[in-house]
């Protein structure tokens, strides 16, 4: 239990590594902080710094997310596993490296759950992809993204573990949505391609 539970830290942890802002300083010398939508994700990188810098931070996330859940699973099966992807969402979104002000967890969430339900996330990608081109608003494919994956765990027959976790991540990012979701509601969003009001 101890191992187990010192995985979990270890993939908070991992998590928990601010690879939007390491990138955007080597790349741009800027605090993303302080820039766009003042967000450490992929999506204010692209905007801010730039494509490579975006695609750079994008793959950072995701080899975060599997390593983080990876880490938390080595010493236990699927339950373990289902932990270690909410605890590596959880460093992304509030790591301790930055007094807990983290990114929004979708592209941590696409590792940790390449890591626990492969099979579950072409669906989920697939949800993304066709969201992102009909409208263009990152947010809005997030959302519906990870209720997408929620739903494909289920009808393929996932643990009920893997489920679980991928219900409660899907809670934590729709969560951290929060803003986007009302500026959603007023029409305000940027959509993708658009640059953002400096923060």
Known sequence: MALSLAGLLAAYLI??????????RLAGGVDIRRHGSGNIGATNVLR????AAGVITLLGDVVKGFLATSAAGALGGETWLGAGAVAAVVGNCWPVF????GGKGMATALGAFLR???????????VWVLVVALTRYVSLASILGCLG???AAWALGAARPVVVSAAMVALII??????????????????LGQRVKTA
């Open 15 to 24: 998590g928990a590594i601010p690879v939007g802002m390491l990138v955007a």
């Open 48 to 51: 801010t710094v730039g494509p």
């Open 98 to 101: 930055l007094r807990f002000r």
């Open 116 to 126: 626990v339900a492969p099979l579950a996330v072409l669906p989920a990608a697939l």
């Open 149 to 151: 994956f929620v739903a």
């Open 174 to 191: 729709i969560w951290r949505h929060q803003q986007n979701i009302q500026r959603l509601r007023a029409g305000t969003e940027s959509r």
